[in-house]
């Protein structure tokens, strides 16, 4: 090529010329560095909160009326509402004259003592003596015959007898006085005395009233159950020292002579009454339990929230005289299904999230039932319960019959190291790997460490890693698979996740990843 005479024109071309190569140069230098550095799409392991939810889709049902009607039996002793009352869920509707009921606890308890009394005699037989002890005292009866008994036997005895008197008039008396309706309402304080070798049959007033308040209360009526076994096993304990003697008596002769000490005996026990006594105690115990159920439905509670309708109820009636009926203010149940292995991480009143299907609004909902009997064919590792939430719907979002999705939190945690889910890759229960890269190199390190929640697209990493490690994400040079052979990791029915606070974070080249991400 020739160039053109004109000094201005060739200047302008030489230019344009180096200007061309510089920047050939420069595109290159740029496209190998932007290759090189962006390769790894990375984030930083950083401190945070990690909040695991449950998540499942349930059916709804709404609840507009309930009837409330007493589990226990009885004499209703107050109605609390009337018609046209607004009520809350869980309001006390009516209560049950409790005398009777506790009376029946009493009663309960004492057959469960008696019934420990039975076994424990049971497994520890009483010795039968032969001869009594050196320490005797020797009595003429009018036929000339001489008794040696045990003296200080005797008199251990009837002091059991008089403190076990004394103790179940202090624990007894003033329960039972209630129980007849003759507590006022003023309690009386006391302390319960121990009876001394001298003390009287007949307790005194200071040591014979106990604070009651008016209502005695569980440990109070377990008091006087066992004080009143007490004083029966006394009682028999007196009588064996008695049936003792009277048999010393009639087995003797003049020619007797007082006995110089030893006995012989015989221990033996026996398995049949060891048994009946275990089938004593645990007839004793239901008994007791079901005592203690029916106590605790003495209070009516009002089932779902709303107004009340009708009162089927009034005092000095029967418990199953009637119910009270509750118009509901538009509460809706959700019902899903738990397997075993996360029903025992849930408990009555947790809070919930409900969501309508094909909405993004959540509500807030109160997990208020879980079924004890797993649902019906299920068996093995996939066993389900039925559980239920209760979320207020006043305004008719979630249709009967309709879908939601419901997520209840498990597991949450403050303060973790913590790393998106898409850096890890688990190897199996709590244990996964990710790959590390470190400052200035160029091929990341691939690491073991341990897994503990998982929510809100973040995994809490418990061993392997800290804070401020540089984790990756993916490899930008990667072939994306075809359709056909892509494997696909997507949130189930049992999958947990969740949102999460998160302190900072840093990624590059990638946003955060969601919570359907695969862990």
Same mark, same amino acid.
């Given at each position: 090529?020739?160039?053109?005479?004109?000094?201005?024109?060739?200047?302008?071309?030489?230019?344009?010329?180096?200007?061309?190569?510089? *920047?050939?140069?420069?595109?290159?230098?740029?496209?190998?560095? #932007?290759?090189?550095? &962006?390769?790894?799409?990375?984030?930083?392991?950083?401190?945070?909160?990690?909040?695991?939810?449950?998540?499942?889709?349930?059916?709804?049902?709404?609840?507009?009326?309930?009837?409330?009607? $007493?589990?226990?039996?009885? #004499?209703?002793?107050?109605?609390?509402?009337?018609?046209?009352?607004?009520?809350?869920?869980?309001? /006390?509707?009516?209560?049950?004259?409790?005398?009777?009921?506790?009376?029946? /606890?009493?009663?309960?308890?004492?057959?469960?003592?008696?019934?420990?009394?039975?076994?424990?005699?049971?497994?520890?037989?009483?010795?039968?003596?032969?001869?009594? !002890?050196?320490?005797?005292?020797?009595?003429?009866?009018?036929?000339?015959?001489?008794?040696? $008994?045990?003296?200080?036997?005797?008199?251990?005895?009837?002091?059991?007898?008089?403190?076990?008197?004394?103790?179940?008039?202090?624990?007894?008396?003033?329960?039972?006085?209630?129980?007849?309706?003759?507590?006022?309402?003023? &309690?009386?304080?006391?302390?319960?005395?121990?009876?001394?070798?001298?003390?009287?049959?007949?307790?005194?007033?200071?040591?014979?009233?106990?604070?009651?308040?008016?209502?005695?209360?569980?440990?109070?009526?377990?008091?006087?159950?066992?004080?009143?076994?007490?004083?029966?096993?006394?009682?028999?304990?007196?009588?064996?020292?008695?049936?003792?003697?009277?048999?010393?008596?009639?087995?003797?002769?003049?020619?007797?002579?007082?006995?110089?000490?030893? &006995?012989?005996?015989?221990?033996?026990?026996?398995?049949?009454?060891?048994?009946?006594?275990?089938?004593?105690?645990?007839?004793?115990?239901?008994?007791?339990?079901?005592?203690?159920?029916?106590?605790?439905?003495?209070?009516?509670? *009002?089932?779902?929230?709303?107004?009340?309708?009708?009162?089927?109820?009034?005092?000095?009636?029967?418990?199953?005289?009637?119910?009270?009926?509750? /118009?509901?203010?538009?509460?809706?149940?959700?019902?899903?299904?738990?397997?075993?292995?996360?029903?025992?991480?849930?408990?009555?009143?947790?809070?919930?999230?409900?969501?309508?299907?094909?909405?993004?609004?959540?509500?807030?909902?109160? /997990?208020?039932?879980?079924?004890?009997?797993?649902?019906?064919?299920?068996?093995?590792?996939?066993?389900?319960?039925?559980?239920?939430? *209760?979320?207020?719907?006043?305004?008719?979002?979630?249709?009967?019959?309709?879908?939601? !999705?419901?997520?209840?939190?498990?597991?949450?945690?403050?303060?973790?190291?913590?790393?998106?889910?898409?850096?890890?890759?688990?190897?199996?229960?709590?244990? *996964?790997?990710?790959?590390?890269?470190?400052?200035?190199?160029?091929?990341?390190?691939?690491?073991?460490?341990?897994?503990?929640?998982?929510?809100?697209?973040?995994?809490?990493?418990?061993?392997?890693?800290?804070?401020?490690?540089?984790?990756?994400?993916?490899?930008?040079?990667?072939?994306?698979?075809?359709?056909?052979?892509? &494997?696909? #990791?997507?949130?189930?029915?049992?999958?947990?996740?969740?949102?999460?606070?998160?302190?900072?974070?840093?990624?590059?080249?990638?946003?955060?990843?969601?919570?359907?991400?695969?862990?």
């Amino acid at each position: 090529m020739k160039l053109t005479s004109n000094p201005r024109l060739r200047a302008v071309l030489i230019a344009t010329v180096a200007l061309s190569v510089v *920047a050939a140069i420069g595109i290159g230098v740029a496209n190998a560095t #932007t290759t090189t550095s &962006s390769r790894w799409v990375t984030a930083t392991a950083i401190t945070g909160d990690v909040t695991q939810n449950y998540v499942a889709t349930g059916s709804i049902s709404r609840k507009n009326t309930a009837d409330a009607a $007493f589990a226990a039996t009885g #004499t209703v002793s107050k109605v609390l509402v009337s018609v046209g009352s607004e009520v809350s869920a869980g309001d /006390v509707l009516a209560t049950l004259d409790t005398r009777s009921l506790k009376l029946a /606890v009493l009663e309960a308890e004492t057959s469960v003592a008696r019934a420990e009394l039975s076994l424990y005699n049971a497994r520890h037989p009483s010795t039968a003596t032969s001869t009594t !002890s050196s320490k005797s005292t020797k009595s003429k009866t009018p036929t000339g015959v001489t008794v040696t $008994f045990d003296l200080a036997g005797l008199n251990a005895a009837g002091k059991r007898v008089t403190a076990a008197v004394s103790g179940q008039a202090t624990a007894c008396d003033p329960i039972m006085a209630w129980v007849n309706d003759e507590v006022s309402t003023t &309690s009386t304080t006391s302390t319960t005395t121990e009876a001394s070798p001298s003390a009287s049959a007949t307790p005194s007033a200071s040591a014979s009233t106990t604070s009651t308040s008016g209502d005695p209360s569980e440990t109070e009526l377990k008091a006087c159950a066992t004080a009143r076994v007490e004083l029966t096993a006394a009682d028999s304990a007196l009588q064996t020292v008695l049936a003792a003697i009277n048999q010393a008596a009639s087995g003797s002769d003049d020619n007797s002579s007082p006995s110089t000490g030893g &006995s012989s005996s015989s221990t033996t026990v026996s398995a049949g009454a060891v048994a009946s006594a275990k089938a004593t105690l645990l007839q004793a115990e239901q008994n007791l339990q079901s005592a203690k159920d029916d106590l605790a439905e003495a209070e009516l509670l *009002a089932p779902i929230s709303g107004t009340v309708g009708t009162v089927g109820l009034s005092k000095g009636d029967s418990a199953s005289a009637g119910t009270v009926t509750i /118009v509901g203010t538009g509460e809706a149940v959700v019902t899903i299904e738990v397997p075993l292995k996360t029903r025992g991480s849930l408990s009555i009143g947790a809070a919930a999230k409900v969501t309508p299907a094909g909405s993004l609004t959540s509500m807030e909902a109160k /997990v208020t039932g879980i079924s004890l009997l797993e649902t019906s064919g299920t068996s093995g590792s996939t066993t389900t319960y039925a559980t239920t939430i *209760a979320v207020s719907d006043p305004d008719g979002l979630l249709a009967s019959g309709a879908k939601a !999705s419901v997520a209840i939190p498990i597991k949450a945690v403050t303060g973790v190291v913590s790393v998106p889910v898409s850096a890890v890759t688990p190897t199996g229960t709590g244990t *996964a790997t990710v790959n590390v890269l470190a400052s200035g190199a160029t091929t990341p390190t691939t690491t073991t460490v341990k897994t503990g929640a998982v929510g809100g697209g973040w995994v809490e990493i418990t061993e392997g890693l800290t804070a401020g490690q540089v984790v990756v994400l993916a490899d930008s040079t990667a072939e994306i698979p075809a359709n056909a052979t892509r &494997s696909r #990791t997507g949130s189930s029915a049992s999958s947990s996740s969740s949102a999460s606070t998160k302190s900072s974070s840093t990624a590059t080249s990638a946003p955060q990843p969601s919570a359907s991400a695969s862990r």
